[in-house]
């Protein structure tokens, strides 16, 4: 048999004080191709699976049914998200996954119970930042001039690195999370756009989403966009493993 795994959650969050010894259906929960949601017990934690017959299309629309048992298991307790496309294809492989990653599912439980994960996308089209944004492309061959290239090329990651920095410092201030992820990348129109994921108490989610006039008064000239509340994928010790 099959799993698909949607996450992982405390047994006790989903069958109460009952300690089951085999997959208990989780009433008006489904997954994939609207198949029946299970909790796969394995020592103190419970499996989100369903049963799943490997056809390769894994779509949008089950894409959307993964985040939606994710997120509905987040509204009742604290989620250890797998990555979407995640299959154990033995009952075997899924309690070995648990037995071998329990230590950091721990941590993770205990770091992350009664936290929520914020995203803020910071776009900047700075006309100051076109030059620093543009890819030197390197001369195909060796030389001063390859060596040249190589220099500016890292001049110019710099200059991207020490903005990002700056701006992520500057939102750190305003937002004050617990902890926070930062990537930055070029986008298409010759801007950067920041990423920022920010770890709160779930508690203090509107006093965060109410800092976002602020943080539009004190960025001029950059866009942000604010989502969440979401489980906290950035912030889980160690591997999930598939």
């Known amino acids: 048999m099959a799993w698909y ?12 004080g009952i300690r089951a010894r085999r997959p208990v259906p989780v009433e008006g929960l489904k997954g994939i191709a609207d198949a029946q949601i299970f909790a796969y017990p394995s020592g103190d934690f419970s499996v989100l699976v369903s049963e799943y017959i490997p056809t390769g299309d894994l779509g949008q629309k089950a894409l959307l049914q993964h985040a939606h048992v994710v997120s509905e298991c987040f509204k009742r307790t604290t989620v250890l998200p797998f ?7 033995t009952d075997e492989s899924l309690r070995r996954a648990v037995r071998i990653n329990r230590k950091g599912f721990t941590e993770s439980v205990t770091k992350l119970k009664g936290k929520a994960e914020m995203h803020l996308k910071l776009l900047i089209k700075d006309g100051s930042l076109r030059e620093a944004m543009e890819e030197i492309e390197l001369p195909a061959t060796v030389g001063s001039e ?4 190589l220099r500016e090329k890292a001049v110019r990651q710099r200059e991207r690195q020490t903005k990002a920095r700056a701006l ?9 999370p ?19 994921a920010h770890l ?3 508690k203090k989610v509107e006093k965060y989403q109410n800092r976002y006039q602020m943080a539009t008064r004190h960025l001029p000239g950059i866009e942000v966009v604010m989502s969440g509340p979401w489980p906290p994928y ?6 999930r493993s598939s």
């Open 234 to 239: 950035h912030f889980i010790t160690g591997k």
């Open 5 to 16: 795994a949607y996450c992982i959650v405390e047994q006790q969050a989903v069958q109460g």
């Open 168 to 176: 992520s410092v500057q939102v750190h201030k305003i937002f004050s």
């Open 146 to 149: 390859y060596l040249s290239k």
């Open 178 to 196: 617990l902890d926070q992820d930062v990537c930055c990348r070029k986008v298409d129109s010759g801007g950067m756009l920041i990423d920022i």
């Open 83 to 89: 990555r979407f496309g995640t299959v154990f294809d």
């Open 200 to 202: 709160i108490d779930h």
